[in-house]
């Protein structure tokens, strides 16, 4: 019988998956501000999608360097983020948080 941490990874190589675990945990953070959840989700999806020595070869980050930045107690700057996402086919955007009409009627 294979580990629930096992039957994750194989989920999380599925692209559509892991791109709903990523949303899903971005999401949360941004109601919770549990990062540890959101750098861990990351960790999962590239451990999955390519292993982190390949990850390691894509940012031009070393190993020991992306567990620590992905680890409980990382605190990656945005470019670390940018770049570690990216290598994995996904990038960073920005939405409102409320509708545009409806910012010009809060301000007013």
């Not at 451990?47 to 990850?55: I, N, S, V």
Request: a positive charge; proline letters at 4%.
């Amino acid at each position: 019988m294979k580990k629930y941490r096992d039957l994750v990874l194989e989920m999380m190589k599925d692209p559509e998956e892991s791109t709903e675990y990523l949303k899903s945990s971005l999401d949360d953070y941004f109601i919770d501000g549990n990062l540890e959840a959101l750098l861990t989700a990351i960790k999962t999806v590239a451990k999955a999608q390519c292993g982190m020595t390949e990850l390691s070869k894509k940012t031009s980050l070393n190993r020991q360097s992306l567990y620590k930045t992905l680890s409980k107690d990382g605190n990656p700057r945005i470019k670390t983020l940018w770049s570690v996402l990216n290598s994995l086919g996904y990038r960073l955007t920005l939405e409102p948080v409320i509708p545009f009409n409806r910012i010009r009627h809060v301000t007013q």
